[in-house]
Nanobody, 117 residues
């Protein structure tokens, strides 16, 4: 599976972005999905996940600002990010929810989000 995340860019603090990630293949709807991010010099961190019934879960530091969703017909997951902060700057990736999956898909290139102060 070749994951295709997009929608990143350079924004100012307080602005919004919506990321998208297309997951080709027929098994998309089976899996709980997650959005991850990796800041320079840090590990990849799960920040939001959504199960196959659409129930979301968030890391505390994005709760109330980010919204994860999925469209099974389009094989796409989204991450709506509001009230962005400079510390949200990172490369963002999608994949299966690491806590629900026996293995993950190969990581795509991710999409870079840069938030200026």
């Amino acid at each position: 599976v070749q994951l295709q995340a997009s929608g990143g860019g350079l924004v100012q603090a307080g602005e919004s972005l919506t990321l998208s990630c297309v997951v080709p293949g027929s098994t998309f709807s089976r899996y709980a999905l997650g959005w991850y991010r990796q800041a320079p010099g840090q590990g990849r961190l799960l920040i939001a996940d959504i199960n196959n019934e659409g129930r979301p879960n968030y890391a505390d530091f994005v709760k109330g600002r980010f919204t994860i969703s999925r469209d099974n017909a389009k094989k796409t997951t989204y991450l709506q990010m509001n009230s962005l902060k400079p510390e949200d700057s990172a490369v963002y990736f999608c994949n299966k929810d690491q806590y629900e999956a026996a293995d993950l898909w190969s990581w795509g290139q991710g999409t870079l989000v840069t938030v200026s102060s």
